[in-house]
Protein backbone atom coordinates (compact mmCIF):
# COMPACT_ATOMS: atom_id res chain seq x y z
CA UNK A 1 0.00 0.00 0.00
CA UNK A 2 1.14 3.37 -0.88
CA UNK A 3 1.26 6.05 1.80
CA UNK A 4 2.71 9.04 1.54
CA UNK A 5 3.24 11.78 4.22
CA UNK A 6 3.86 15.15 4.40
CA UNK A 7 4.94 17.10 7.19
CA UNK A 8 6.62 20.94 7.99
CA UNK A 9 4.28 23.24 7.25
CA UNK A 10 3.06 26.18 9.08
CA UNK A 11 2.47 29.79 9.61
CA UNK A 12 5.92 31.95 8.81
CA UNK A 13 6.82 35.69 7.62
CA UNK A 14 7.21 37.29 4.36
CA UNK A 15 11.07 35.89 3.37
CA UNK A 16 11.11 32.96 5.49
CA UNK A 17 12.23 29.62 4.91
CA UNK A 18 10.42 26.38 5.65
CA UNK A 19 10.97 22.61 4.60
CA UNK A 20 8.61 19.97 4.09
CA UNK A 21 9.12 16.54 4.20
CA UNK A 22 7.12 13.27 2.38
CA UNK A 23 7.75 10.08 4.16
CA UNK A 24 6.92 7.66 1.62
CA UNK A 25 6.56 3.90 2.57
CA UNK A 26 8.73 1.29 1.72
CA UNK A 27 11.26 2.58 -0.99
CA UNK A 28 8.75 4.58 -3.30
CA UNK A 29 10.49 7.82 -2.96
CA UNK A 30 13.85 6.07 -3.34
CA UNK A 31 12.17 4.26 -6.89
CA UNK A 32 9.80 6.58 -8.31
CA UNK A 33 9.96 10.28 -9.50
CA UNK A 34 8.15 12.47 -6.75
CA UNK A 35 6.56 16.01 -6.84
CA UNK A 36 5.23 18.63 -4.99
CA UNK A 37 2.08 20.61 -5.69
CA UNK A 38 0.37 23.28 -3.92
CA UNK A 39 -3.71 24.61 -3.99
CA UNK A 40 -4.47 27.97 -2.98
CA UNK A 41 -8.09 28.71 -1.96
CA UNK A 42 -10.32 29.38 -4.92
CA UNK A 43 -7.39 27.80 -7.27
CA UNK A 44 -6.59 24.75 -9.10
CA UNK A 45 -3.55 22.63 -7.61
CA UNK A 46 -0.71 23.25 -9.30
CA UNK A 47 2.65 21.52 -10.00
CA UNK A 48 5.36 23.08 -7.88
CA UNK A 49 8.60 21.09 -8.02
CA UNK A 50 9.46 16.92 -8.82
CA UNK A 51 12.53 14.66 -9.03
CA UNK A 52 12.79 11.87 -11.30
CA UNK A 53 13.73 8.47 -9.86
CA UNK A 54 17.82 9.72 -10.38
CA UNK A 55 18.55 13.36 -9.57
CA UNK A 56 17.06 15.63 -12.84
CA UNK A 57 14.91 18.28 -11.38
CA UNK A 58 12.06 20.79 -12.74
CA UNK A 59 10.56 23.64 -11.02
CA UNK A 60 7.64 26.27 -11.66
CA UNK A 61 8.91 29.58 -13.13
CA UNK A 62 7.37 30.82 -9.76
CA UNK A 63 9.38 29.19 -7.53
CA UNK A 64 12.45 28.80 -9.51
CA UNK A 65 15.38 30.26 -7.82
CA UNK A 66 13.91 29.84 -4.17
CA UNK A 67 12.72 26.29 -3.99
CA UNK A 68 14.22 23.12 -4.03
CA UNK A 69 13.61 19.33 -4.12
CA UNK A 70 15.52 16.86 -2.82
CA UNK A 71 15.42 13.31 -1.62
CA UNK A 72 16.77 11.18 0.84
CA UNK A 73 17.05 7.44 -0.62
CA UNK A 74 17.74 5.27 3.01
CA UNK A 75 14.91 7.19 4.45
CA UNK A 76 12.77 7.21 1.22
CA UNK A 77 11.81 10.92 2.05
CA UNK A 78 11.68 13.53 -0.31
CA UNK A 79 12.39 17.47 0.82
CA UNK A 80 11.00 20.73 -0.56
CA UNK A 81 13.35 23.34 0.91
CA UNK A 82 11.33 26.67 0.37
CA UNK A 83 13.51 30.14 0.98
CA UNK A 84 12.22 33.86 0.62
CA UNK A 85 8.81 32.81 0.78
CA UNK A 86 6.43 35.23 -0.36
CA UNK A 87 2.93 35.42 0.41
CA UNK A 88 1.45 33.94 -2.94
CA UNK A 89 3.51 30.71 -1.43
CA UNK A 90 0.55 30.40 1.17
CA UNK A 91 -1.51 27.06 0.13
CA UNK A 92 -2.08 23.51 1.24
CA UNK A 93 1.06 21.58 -0.22
CA UNK A 94 0.81 17.94 -1.69
CA UNK A 95 3.18 15.10 -2.43
CA UNK A 96 2.80 13.20 -5.09
CA UNK A 97 4.15 10.25 -7.08
CA UNK A 98 2.64 8.23 -9.79
CA UNK A 99 3.16 4.39 -10.13
CA UNK A 100 1.50 2.20 -12.95
CA UNK A 101 -0.32 5.86 -13.97
CA UNK A 102 -1.91 5.94 -11.23
CA UNK A 103 -1.61 8.91 -9.23
CA UNK A 104 -0.88 8.51 -5.13
CA UNK A 105 -1.51 11.68 -3.03
CA UNK A 106 -0.53 12.55 0.65
CA UNK A 107 -3.02 14.79 3.09
CA UNK A 108 -1.51 17.81 2.27
CA UNK A 109 0.45 20.27 4.74
CA UNK A 110 -0.65 24.07 4.98
CA UNK A 111 1.83 26.34 4.28
CA UNK A 112 1.14 30.07 5.45
CA UNK A 113 3.03 33.01 4.40
CA UNK A 114 2.01 36.05 6.56
CA UNK A 115 3.37 38.81 8.52
Known amino acids: QVQLVESGGGLVQPGGSLRLSCAAS????????MGWYRQAPGKQRELVAV???????NYADSVKGRFTISRDYAKSTVYLQMSSLKPEDTAVYYC?????????WGQGTQVTVSS
Open 96 to 104: NTQINLYDY
Open 26 to 33: GRIASIYP
Open 51 to 57: ITSGTRT
